[in-house]
């Protein structure tokens, strides 16, 4: 339906089955014969063979029931009627033998297996003379009414029983009721299954035989005239030529398009008009024919009628023989396509403009993907697409026995130059720091931004002593860079694969150490790990620094791909809690860094990313919803903390995890309600994080149903709650961070996220493809979900589209529609991608 129109597609079957009947009339013109009126009538016939089949076969039917009203066919109740007799008679000969005999015995199993084998019979009873009943089979009591004067009828029949000579009694039996009106019914049923195949089958015959019959009558004289109407009635255009390609005769269709009358093209060779293109007149599609008598079906051609004016056709010819079996001339339809062409070229110039569209779309959606792997600040890799590449080169070094090494870099007094130069030269240094980073390593490593002042560089294929010799240079360089008003140094910590760590968790943990042990010493060195940094405490102000207990390290490694994928799930289904929990990571993060190992930040972070994944359950009608929801569809909506617990429960098998996601809702003193979750400090610390953060998000990012709050307003309901629902330490401690790094609190609530555009964009890009592949019902499909994914982003003028795109599909087969809102489409599609890219 969304294909590009072809002239070819009204070439259809009808218009070449009458080419027959044209080409046989056209011949008799050209031969100049007269045709008797009789042979006129008769082929004016033809044109209702079918009408004639049916008058034939409903002939035929009429016999029929001229043979049935003369009892000519059976009569099935009659028939009926006397076998029942017949059978009821021969039970009676086998009764009376046995009644003579006294054997009552048999004659109760001759009615047993008679009303047994006889379905018709409803029940038999074997009565004396005098009324008295000896044997019943059935329920005789009630399908036996009797006649009261002896007589049998159709449903009760008397079978008398003689013993010696004389009358000893009957047998009654009881048939199914045999009326007039059900037999009259059951005929009727049966004659008209008979009458409608009968007259089906003849009204075929007959028309396939006239039609092969009237095929071969001669309508050799028919009159010029009646030809030249029957022609000019033809909404096609038509010319018949002659053996030498003259005009013998135009129809007014033809002449009208080109701006002429028939009269002035009778003569005039048809090659002489002003046809377009290169072609050479003789391998227009006539003269083809004339020469190898072939048809030529669906011939493009176009021709000039005016100054500005030129028209597209469709040729179909046929050559036209007479009696002799010689080529008389020839027979050319002209199909007139100019606006179908005018159309397929608006199509075609709508393709390559979704064609260019889509691979843009395409460019700015790896654009934006790629965005998403990196720091806007400086430009390194985050977390989240470090941890994955960190495990395949884990992997690969575990695998292969290459060496693989790793150090973390943290800047020293970093606070120090954030409170007395401001926040805008702290970025310029993380800026700085992190140019550097990337000019030492350059393409044989990693470099990651770990969290705030803090990088993390991997580096595969490097032993312990390169590994150091490297950090001590990028330590070096640091110090070298001039900020103009200040200068900068840092410390370093190194760990490897073969030193003992069991995760790449683990070996961030030993490289965490060595930067501690670092700062301790002094501050700007390089510090290698060894096996006596194992039980180092880090920092009293952090819960745990020393290496977990063995059965706890040997489960606390969680693939990050793994929540990677999930994280894609989510985002799919729904960017915004994509979006929301990539924010509630990275404030987590933020905070818990301080306080918590390396490894439990990890998890920590893990546990935010996943803290919604039970949405992915949630259907799309509620989960989509633009306004507030029922208290209905917040009950469903609430089975997504249960689903979550269960998706990662399921997927990772590890109880800290799964503890932090599952009592991150549970209120911090909860003595007032009926409950045994653990409260206050029992309550997982990453649990307790998560939910200030978790809370936080979603009072300051704009939904469509309420504004977003202010960070300060944010600030006093978390005080507020604080003691009750959420820990009042943690409660100053996230808002010191969040105050110290501005970056924290920005969302994305006055324009569309970038995970929002990636998916609407994604969306569209199969629709496209959808659409190139005319598949309506996808079209459809992903039209509604764009719609309600853009009415949940706010994206009112996307959504209006979305929906007339969704009624176009299933109440209209007009393609320029459809492409044209597509194209709309990606063209807001594009703009929100811009903006996505500028705001980063």
């Not at 950090?471 to 008003?485: K, P, Q, V, W, Y």
Request: net charge negative.
């Amino acid at each position: 339906m969304c294909g590009i129109p072809h002239g070819d597609d009204r070439s259809n079957t009808l218009q070449r089955a009458n080419f027959g009947y044209h080409c046989g009339v056209v011949a008799l013109v050209l031969q100049r014969r007269s045709v008797p009126r009789a042979l006129l009538d008769f082929m004016k016939r033809i044109t209702i063979s079918f009408r004639i089949a049916m008058c034939l076969a409903l002939l035929s039917l009429c016999g029929v029931l001229i043979a049935r009203v003369f009892g000519l066919f059976p009569d099935t109740h009659k028939i009926r009627l006397q076998g029942r007799i017949a059978l009821c008679e021969s039970l009676a000969i086998n009764c009376s033998m046995l009644a003579s005999r006294a054997d009552f015995h048999g004659i109760e199993r001759n009615l047993v297996a008679f009303v047994t084998r006889n379905e018709d019979v409803r029940s038999a009873a074997l009565r004396r003379a005098d009324g008295e009943l000896v044997i019943q089979v059935g329920n005789h009591a009630v399908h036996w009414t009797g006649t009261g004067d002896g007589q049998s009828t159709d449903g009760q029949i008397y079978v008398p029983i003689a013993s010696s000579n004389r009358n000893w009694g009957n047998v009654e039996v009881a048939f199914q009721q045999v009326s007039s009106v059900g037999s009259t019914t059951s005929w009727l049923s049966q004659f008209m299954e008979f009458a409608i195949f009968l007259t089906g089958f003849n009204a075929v015959l007959f028309a396939f035989w006239l039609r092969r019959v009237l095929m071969h009558l001669d309508p050799s004289r028919v009159m010029p005239q009646r030809v030249r109407s029957a022609l000019d009635t033809l909404a096609e255009g038509l010319l018949v030529l002659d053996s030498q390609g003259r005009i013998v005769m135009a129809n007014k269709s033809f002449a009208t398009t080109i701006g002429q009358e028939p009269h002035q093209l009778q003569g005039r060779v048809a090659s002489d008009l002003a046809w377009m293109g290169d072609q050479d007149p003789d391998k227009l599609p006539w003269n083809d024919s004339l020469r190898d008598n072939a048809q030529r079906v669906g011939v493009p051609l176009q021709l000039k009628t005016g100054e500005y004016d030129e028209r597209s056709f469709h040729v179909n010819v046929a050559p036209i023989f007479g009696e002799d079996g010689k080529s008389r001339g020839a027979l050319a339809s002209f199909d007139d396509v100019t606006e179908l062409e005018a159309k397929r070229y608006e199509l075609l110039k709508m393709l390559k403009t979704l064609k260019a569209s889509r691979e843009e779309i395409q460019e700015q959606n790896e654009q934006l993907k790629l965005l998403a792997t990196i720091d806007p600040l400086t430009e390194c890799m985050n977390r989240r697409s470090f941890f994955p590449l960190f495990d395949q080169h884990w992997e690969d070094s575990q695998t292969n026995d290459k060496p693989l090494c790793g150090f973390m870099v943290d800047i020293d007094h970093f606070k120090s130059i954030n409170d007395n130069h401001g926040h805008g030269k702290g970025d310029e240094v993380l800026k700085g720091v992190a140019a550097c980073l990337r000019e030492q390593v350059g393409t044989e490593g990693l470099v990651c931004r770990f969290g705030g002042e803090e990088f993390c560089v991997l580096l595969p294929g490097y032993d312990v002593e390169r590994a150091v010799a490297l950090a001590e240079t990028i330590r070096i360089a640091m110090s070298e860079i001039d900020f103009e008003i200040l200068t900068i140094t840092a410390s370093l910590g190194v760990s490897s694969i073969h030193l003992g760590a069991s995760s790449p968790q683990e070996m961030l943990e030993q490289a965490d150490k060595c930067l501690y042990v670092a700062k301790r010493s002094g501050r700007n060195q390089v510090v290698a790990y060894t096996l006596e940094m194992e039980s180092v405490e880090v920092d009293e102000s952090k819960v745990r620094r020393t290496k977990p207990d063995a059965d706890e390290s040997s489960h606390t490694h969680i693939p990050f791909p793994a929540v990677a994928s999930l994280m894609s799930a989510l985002a799919y289904r729904h960017a915004e809690t994509a979006e929301h929990s990539a924010r509630v990571a990275d404030l987590c993060v933020a905070v818990g860094r301080s306080l918590m190992s390396v490894s439990e930040a990890y998890i920590l972070e893990i546990a935010a990313l996943l803290h919604d994944i039970g949405k992915i359950g949630v259907p799309d009608a509620i989960l989509l919803k633009p306004g507030e929801l029922t208290t209905e569809e917040w009950r469903v909506m609430k089975m997504n903390e249960r689903i979550g617990v269960e998706i990662v429960g399921s997927a990772f098998y590890y109880e800290p995890l799964v503890d932090m996601i599952r009592l991150h809702k549970a209120p911090y003193d909860s003595r007032n309600e009926v409950t045994r979750l653990p409260m206050g400090d029992a309550l997982p610390l990453g649990a307790r994080i998560l939910a200030i953060a978790d809370a936080y998000d979603a009072m300051v990012t704009q939904r469509s149903y309420r504004k977003a709050r202010l960070r300060d307003e944010a600030f006093c309901e978390l005080r507020r709650c604080a003691g009750t629902q959420f820990d009042p330490d943690l409660v100053e401690r996230f808002i010191e961070v969040v105050c110290d790094k501005p970056q924290l609190s920005q969302t994305s609530s006055d324009k569309m996220s970038r995970q929002t555009a990636v998916q609407m964009a994604t969306q569209i890009e199969e629709l496209a493809r959808a659409l190139d592949e005319q598949d309506l019902a996808t079209i459809e499909a992903l039209a509604g979900r764009l719609q309600a994914t853009a009415a949940c982003a706010g994206a009112t003028e996307m959504e209006s589209l979305a929906a007339k795109l969704n009624q176009s599909v299933t109440e209209s087969d007009d393609a320029s529609e459809i492409f044209e809102l597509t194209i709309e489409l990606m063209d807001l599609c594009r703009s929100a991608q811009r903006a996505a890219v500028a705001t980063n």
